[in-house]
C-alpha cells in the first residue's frame, strides 16, 4: 500500500480528485517521484490503477459540548483527522474505551448515564480535538513550502532512517 501526498498545484490536479482516475493518479504521482529510490517508483508503476483512490483531506473542527442523551460520538463521528500522525485509529481506540469506562461506571451504579456520557464527552472532545490539531500541524509541516521547512522535515526523516534507536521511538517500537 501507497499514498502520496501534496498541494493541489503539485500534482496539477483537477478540483475534486475524486474524479480523477486511476490511470491519471498514478501518471500524476510518477512525474514527481523521477529520483526516488527504484523500489518505490516500482511500487507506484506496478499498482492496479483499479484500486486507487484520490481525495482531498479533511479534517474536523473543534466543537462545544453538546446537550447529552442517551447517544453519543466516538472516532471519526466525533474528531475526524488528517493522516498525517498516524493517529485517528489510536484515537478512536481511546474514544472506545473512556466510553467503555464510563458505561461501566453506570452499569455499577456508580453514576448515572447521562452524566456519565457528559463527562466522557467533555473528555473526549478535549482529546480528540487536541490529537486532530496535532494531525494537523503535521500535515502543514510535512507539506511546507519553504526551503528550510522542507530541508528539516527530510533531515527528521534521513535521521530516523539511519538510528535504530530513533527509528524505533518513531514508530512506536
Known amino acids: 500500500m501507497w499514498g502520496f501526498s501534496a498541494h493541489d498545484e503539485t500534482l496539477n490536479l483537477p478540483a475534486n480528485p475524486a474524479v480523477l482516475s486511476g490511470q491519471d493518479a498514478t501518471a500524476a504521482v510518477i512525474a514527481l517521484i523521477g ?11 506496478t499498482t492496479d490503477v483499479s484500486t486507487l483512490t484520490a481525495f482531498t483531506v479533511k479534517t474536523s473542527v473543534p466543537i462545544r459540548p453538546w446537550p447529552t442523551q442517551r447517544v453519543t460520538l466516538l472516532g471519526d ?21 473512556a466510553l467503555r469506562r464510563a458505561l461501566v461506571a ?28 496535532t494531525s494537523l500541524n503535521d500535515m502543514k509541516r510535512f507539506h511546507a513550502k519553504g526551503l528550510l521547512a522542507r530541508t528539516t522535515v527530510k533531515s527528521l526523516f534521513r535521521a530516523i532512517d539511519l538510528m535504530p534507536t530513533l527509528r524505533s521511538a518513531f514508530l512506536g517500537r
Not at 529520483?35 to 508503476?45: E, G, I
Not at 498516524?86 to 474514544?95: F, H, K, P, V
Open 35 to 45: 529520483d526516488w529510490h527504484p523500489a518505490l517508483k516500482w511500487l507506484v508503476q
Open 77 to 97: 463521528a466525533l474528531h475526524n483527522m488528517t493522516p498525517f500522525r498516524g493517529i485517528g485509529a489510536n484515537t478512536a481506540l481511546w474514544d472506545a474505551a
Open 106 to 133: 453506570v452499569a455499577h451504579r456508580q453514576e448515572g448515564l447521562i452524566e456519565a456520557l457528559a463527562a466522557y464527552e467533555r473528555d473526549t472532545i478535549e482529546y480528540g480535538f487536541a490529537a486532530v490539531q
